[in-house]
């Protein structure tokens, strides 16, 4: 049997359900965290918990658990549906309330679920790299929280697959942003550059990582804009997220980067990453 998690208390899934008028399903009223569980540990917890915090206070959601309790009933939950590897996703929305734009007025309780999801790591992409298109960004300028309101980042997505490629790469003008779901990184003379972490992109928990384990083993990084241009003459490109970890990038709008192979920064970083997983989760069985 599988439990979900209903405004702190664990259900079966089956019997967690949304009201129609709660403000999540009709305006995205809400945000969300994906969180990666190996071993049947979840991998930088507190992080996913602080920028859940985060997010909600920036749009004046207040969630009515300490980080204490929610990893407590995650952890429950953890144990409850034997999950070994896949993700939690959780989200909390300003709650059920007869629909009206402004926000409810009087004692509305904001409804939090959360649950999880099996899934194995991404090995043979993560060996080979996957393929990109370019898109404009069509999303709005508060991309620093994570906000179920997701279309930009789903029209995005749709089209690279729709063109046969795992992600898009999303760009304002010539200043590359980010991925429909994934930061995005370009090694130019040795040195890794990533956008820094402002309104127009999420502060990836992944691209922080790497950025903490470039610092400790002397790989230079750089976070700042960068355009499409350098993006085209890039040594090496990769992406990073939750679940796709470092990820090779090989190919973007059918034009190979480095003959189509991953770079070996990339594959470095991912080396580092799965020490960095170890570290938090215990032994990994398979490595990249
Ligand atoms: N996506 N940028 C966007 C727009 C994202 O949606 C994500 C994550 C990231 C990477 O963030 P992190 O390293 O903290 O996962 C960057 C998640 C996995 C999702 O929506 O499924």
Redesign the pocket.
Known sequence: MEFALLNGEIIERSEAKVDVEDRGYQFGDGVYE?IRIYNGKMFTIDEHLKRFVKSADSIGISIPFTSLQLLEMLEELLIKNKLETGNIYMQVTRGISPRNHLFPTGNVEPTLVAYTIKGVRPLDSLKSGVKAILTEDLRWLR?DIKSLNLLG?LLAKQKASEEGCFEAIQHRGQDVT??????IFIVKDGSVITHESNNL??K????DVILELCTKNNIQVQERTFSLAELEEAEEVFL????AEVMPIIEIDGKKIRAGVPGPINKKLQELFEKEIEKQCGLLVDKV
């Open positions: 994906v991309c980042n980010e991925g429909s779901s994934s930061n992109i999420l990836g928990i992944t691209k990073s997220s939750t679940t």
